[in-house]
């Protein structure tokens, strides 16, 4: 049976951002990472780019509305400093897309060449959602904690990544689409077997930090009971 401690580790994490309606120490950046991941990959798949993308662009524009979602959330409980980093990092990723749109559709002609160039572009990003939940990584080492790295984005980086790896072998052989998300999934393991390292023992790190307090708290009270 599951404490009350381990069933919260596994409730997603926007979930416990608006039950506190804090973000704590949750970072706003795989959402960020993804936002552009995802605007990057539904142009990669537009027929002037990539013809027979129809799947990079429909899956990629659905998780688009769900990224902006999530960061809306995130936006409505964040500090002032969290909002404005949030704020202008879409307006930085906002001026980057845009100008890679305008230098592809002028000056690259074909989409062999299209293909090529937001293909490379799209495997940086990809890469960079997939590792960006690691950034949080030192914190778990140090703290031996998972409360701030969230299990379901970790378990979709992998399971994300190992469907478009398989969907890059199976459909006409798309060697952007599984350079990216082939790292991705070995980053997605990576991290599931952090969060197996360290979940149990942020648990019990947990349980002993109360037990010091209430301790504590106790000889503060009770200070000839204690000596007794």
């Known amino acids: 049976m599951l404490t009350e401690k381990k069933c919260d580790l596994f409730r997603p994490t ?21 936002v552009l991941n995802c605007a990057f990959w539904v142009f990669y798949g537009m027929p002037f780019v990539h013809p027979n993308s129809l799947l990079v662009v429909t899956i990629n524009g659905i998780g688009l509305v769900f990224e902006f979602v999530y960061l809306t959330i995130f936006f409505i409980y964040a500090t002032n400093k969290g909002r404005k980093k949030v ?7 906002v001026i980057l897309f845009a100008a890679i749109v305008l230098v592809t559709m002028l000056a690259l002609h074909g989409t062999i060449r299209r293909s090529l160039i ?12 997939y590792v960006s939940p690691l950034t ?7 703290t031996k904690s998972v409360k701030y790295m969230p299990f379901w984005l970790s378990l979709a980086n992998f ?8 969907y890059a072998l199976i459909h006409p052989f798309d060697i952007y689409v599984l350079i990216s998300n082939s790292i991705g999934a070995v980053s997605g393991l990576v991290q599931l077997i952090l969060y197996a390292c360290y979940c149990c023992r942020g ?6 930090d109360e037990l010091k307090k209430s301790t504590e708290l106790q000889a503060t009270a009770f200070p000839h009971d204690i000596e007794a």
């Open 87 to 93: 704020v202008l990092y879409l307006i930085v990723e």
């Open 159 to 166: 399971l994300n990544g190992l469907c478009w790896t398989t």
């Open 136 to 142: 949080i990584m030192a914190k778990v080492i140090k």
């Open 203 to 208: 648990e019990n790190n947990d349980d002993n």
């Open 14 to 34: 926007f979930y416990k951002i608006i039950k506190k309606k804090a973000v704590e120490e949750f970072k706003p950046d795989p959402y960020i990472a993804t």
């Open 118 to 129: 937001v293909g490379v572009l799209c495997d940086i990003f990809n890469v960079m959602m």
